[in-house]
């Protein structure tokens, strides 16, 4: 890759490792390269893709003082962002958006629904006063939805348990009081708690352990890239609740799991156990809902995961990538007349997790050095921002240029022909066509 281009791709994975306090030194290390032209989309999809991938991979070789590049391959990162459409079972193709996951007209616009587990799903038929026993559930949601104001359905569906967001524009995102509230803060926040010893340094000699409960795709892809990396990761999920079967065949490479009622004293105690001797804990239900459950403990790197992060508003509510998406313009922007689009892949679940697998090894190299509890946050919402506000875009303005000449004030492209010492443009404008004497200059 031409040193160029190297400069372009390379100011996402810069930006995400300042933002995790990383040596700036090291982003040299990273050499890009693979197909061009993946992950196509109106926003710099690719750019975040690749971005927080490298950070991930910078993350390990520091972490593990090893010495070498890391390789950011496109063709693998986007193939990865979107495995849950390249995965089979047997030669099945796997169930990604249930029937009642998608978008819907509303008498004043969009709503976009989330209903692939059982529950959420009955929330949303319970709020529409649609019977879940309905053999034409499709047809009812939609014509409940479309007797309804957006807002109103997502007012209600939220109340009763279940997901829907109405698709709002990015000015209308922004003006909205949690989108403000996003703005306002950084990608990720990480935290020394306190002074405590790291409990890695007392177990040297076995895997790192990551106890995960995290659910559906950005938590599971982070802690599936820390088992890549030899961690002995260990998933928790409610035995009334399990993860979608297609959902687990996704993300649990590379993990033990098991089932564990927090309801029940025993299962609480071995819970309780798991974490006393963990050295990483991840949490991915919506803000406040294990809290009753005392997860703390001194000497962790505790990593927390929202969808709209754990402050404003909708900070208690749960939510999704397409969800998030819809809320915050992104569909408007990648949509088009006939109605509002989405990303090529569910990048903020992806790309939040793989920048959430960094901010762990991060985290994790500061502790060895300088101990403390740390506790590091992150949001899709705020991803959403970081790709739709920071991360450079396309703009064509940037490859324009305006000329005066005989045929008045031209704008008009730059030449792509670039290189050190040679011409910055044209040395003259076009003229009036047939002006010119018909003759060499200088003769």
Known sequence: MDKLMDNTVRTGTELLWSALGGDPSLVDRVAYGGPSGLLAARLPVMDLARATVAVAGLAAVERGGLPGRVRVDDGAVATAFVSERHLRIDGRVPVTFAPLSRFW????????????????????????????????????????????????????????????????????????????????????????????????????????????????????????????????????????????????????????????????????????????????????????????????????????????????????????????????????????????????????DHGTGYLLAAAVLRSLTEQEREGGTRLVRLALAQTGHWLTHVLPRYEPGRYLTETDGPLGRLRHALSPVSYEDGPAGWSRPPGVAGADAPEWLGA
């Open 105 to 348: 007209r509303a008498s004043d616009g969009w709503v976009r629904t989330h209903a692939n587990y059982p529950h959420h799903r009955a929330a949303l038929l319970a709020a529409l006063g649609v019977r879940e026993e309905s053999v034409e559930a499709v047809d009812a949601v939609a014509a409940a939805i479309a007797e309804r104001e957006a807002v109103e359905t997502e007012t209600a569906v939220y109340a009763a348990g279940g997901l829907a967001v109405a698709l709002r524009t990015p000015e209308e995102w922004a003006a909205h009081e949690q989108g403000r509230e996003v703005a306002a803060r950084p990608l990720l926040t990480r935290e020394r708690l306190d002074d405590a010893a790291p409990r890695r340094s007392s177990r040297a000699g076995r895997p790192l352990r990551v106890l995960d409960l995290t659910r559906v795709l950005a938590g599971p892809v982070a802690t599936r890239t820390l088992a890549l990396l030899g961690a002995d990761v260990l998933r928790i999920d409610p035995p009334a609740n399990p993860e979608l079967p297609d959902q687990h065949a996704d993300t649990a490479i590379g993990k033990r799991t098991a089932a564990l009622d927090l309801a029940s004293p025993s299962d609480r105690r071995t819970l309780d156990e798991l974490l006393d001797a963990a050295d990483v804990l991840v949490t991915g239900y919506r803000p406040g809902a294990l809290d009753r459950f005392g997860l703390h403990r001194t000497g962790l790197v505790i990593a927390r995961l929202s969808a709209w992060g754990d402050y404003g508003p909708w900070g208690e509510r749960r939510g999704f990538d397409s969800l998030v998406q819809v809320a915050s313009g992104i569909a408007v922007t990648e949509g088009s007349a006939e109605g509002p689009g989405a990303l090529p892949a569910q990048a903020l």
